[in-house]
């Protein structure tokens, strides 16, 4: 199988429920003040789930899996004790917002499941 933007994906495809959680955390945290500091759990969960879904990317042949890494290395960051999540600016939500689309793009394509019959 070739590399294409989106990748293989089942003949019958429904949703990766956990790409579209993903994407409602990610899309709800763009909202949420995190003046006192960004939690690091949030941090781990970004990075760590944005690791995976490069990986099934690069299984499924998508070239679309590649945004995944540039736009997770901002949540190394507040790891690293640069915080750029502390004031809502462009930063904060120009980040959570791709993120947020990236998770909900791949829930769609590559990362669909086989739809279950009834």
């Given at each position: 199988m070739k590399w294409t933007l989106f990748g293989k994906r089942p003949k019958t495809p429904a949703p990766s429920w956990?790409?579209?959680v993903l994407a409602f955390i990610f899309a709800?945290?763009?909202f949420i003040d995190s003046s006192a500091?960004?939690?690091a759990y949030m941090s781990y969960l970004a990075f760590g789930s944005?690791?995976?879904?490069?990986y099934l990317g690069i299984k499924a042949k998508a070239l679309f899996s590649f945004l995944?890494?540039?736009t997770a290395?901002?949540?190394l960051m507040p790891l690293l004790g640069t915080d750029p999540f502390i004031k809502m600016n462009l930063v904060t939500f120009g980040?959570?917002?791709?993120l947020a689309l990236l998770f909900g793009v791949a829930a769609y394509t590559y990362a669909a499941r086989e739809r279950v019959k009834k």
């Open positions: 956990t790409a579209a709800s945290q763009t500091g960004y939690a944005a690791l995976w879904f490069l995944f890494l540039p290395a901002l949540w980040a959570h917002t791709l």
